[in-house]
């Protein structure tokens, strides 16, 4: 459905997209990830055929941005970071307008239109003023927007920022909708999280560069390892988990407990978190690490309070994913 090589866009001396490479199949939730400056909304914005780059390729559907943008804009629906504002407007006359600009048959133009606010839930507001509406409600009439001509592809730009978590609940509800309904969506975030739910790839790009692209599940396992491989230098790559335990008393002084988990060979380390608490790093899964900590713990005669995998930090993690920290 997309396929960029290579892309390069600079303004001035700044390199925006720097050889930008990445591909998008059909039926995909592609989520786009990176900080801000990334290149993300440039990266649209050559993909919706409003920007030139300046050298590499980007298809949509099989055609070239440089020689078939108007075909490629009747099968891109590009919903902007920054809606504009029509504060004299109606939501119906909003979307009448729309569909007018995309040429949609004056025929069709009421059923489409009911059919985009109805899947948008917007059709109680229909004759509400756009200006009036919620930021969640204004997000998903930009939705409605760029639904009104039809289009294979969506490139929405952040379409759940600023919203409320019920909002931003609703927005990926309809994001799901879509793909259902056949469509190639990409979406970008500056928030693995608020993608991981939805998303059946991601590509997380950083100045201009795409540093991953490919299954959550294997984002996550980066991450983790990230998240991992902190303070102790220790070489990631093998996997591992983190659990904390907490102990209610111990017999012995928590240093040697730690001392006597540290001998055994499936824990890569121990880490005395506080007097009461320990972090243990494991060479294998949590499900199987939990039952052995019990019982070593137990035999050592230390009184559990509570096993549970540590949390990972996604925002460090993602931190050192971006700045070039893993690779
Ligand atoms: N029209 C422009 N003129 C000059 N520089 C620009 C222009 N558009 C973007 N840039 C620069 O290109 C870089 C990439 O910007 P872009 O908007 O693509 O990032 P982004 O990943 O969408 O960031 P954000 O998360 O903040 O939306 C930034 O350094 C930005 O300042
Ligand atoms: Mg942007």
Do not use: W
Not at 49 to 61: I, M
Not at 168 to 177: A, G, N, T, V
């Amino acid at each position: 459905m997309i396929a960029i090589q290579n892309l390069t866009k600079r303004f001035g001396s700044l390199v925006a997209l720097d050889s930008l490479t990445l591909e998008i199949g059909p039926g995909e939730i592609f989520g786009f990830i990176g900080p801000n400056g990334a290149g993300k909304s440039t990266t649209m914005k050559v993909l919706a055929c409003l920007l030139k780059q300046d050298s590499g390729e980007a298809f949509v559907c099989g055609k070239n941005t440089r020689k078939d943008a108007d075909s490629i804009r009747r099968l891109v629906g590009y919903m902007p970071d920054f809606l504009g504002v029509y504060d004299d407007l109606t939501v119906d006359e909003y979307l009448q307008f729309f569909a007018a600009a995309f040429s949609v048959p004056r025929s069709r133009r009421r059923s489409v239109i009911d059919q985009v606010l109805e899947l948008t839930d917007l059709t109680e507001k229909k004759h509400a003023m756009v200006d009036s509406l919620s930021r969640g409600m204004q997000q998903r009439l930009g939705v409605a927007r760029v639904l009104i001509h039809e289009p294979q592809v969506l490139l929405l730009d952040e379409p759940a920022s600023g919203l409320d978590p019920r909002a931003r609940i609703e927005m990926r509800s309809l994001l799901i909708e879509l793909r259902k309904m056949g469509k190639s969506l990409m979406v970008s975030s500056h928030i693995l999280s608020e993608l991981a739910e939805m998303c059946t790839s991601i590509g997380i790009v950083e100045r201009g560069k795409l540093l991953y692209a490919g299954s959550i599940k294997d984002a996550y396992a980066r991450v983790r390892s990230a998240a991992l491989d902190v303070g102790d230098g220790s070489a990631s790559g093998v996997p591992r988990e983190r659990i904390v335990v907490v102990l209610h008393r111990a017999s012995a002084p928590i240093e040697t407990i730690a001392g006597s988990l540290r001998t055994d060979s499936r824990i890569a380390s121990v880490t005395v978190d506080s007097p009461a608490s320990l972090l243990i790093d494991l060479h294998l899964s949590e499900a199987d690490g939990h039952a052995f900590v019990a019982e070593l713990l137990i035999a050592g005669g230390a009184r559990i309070h509570s096993i549970a995998p540590a949390e990972i930090n996604l925002e460090d993690a993602f931190l050192k994913l971006t700045t070039g920290a893993i690779h």
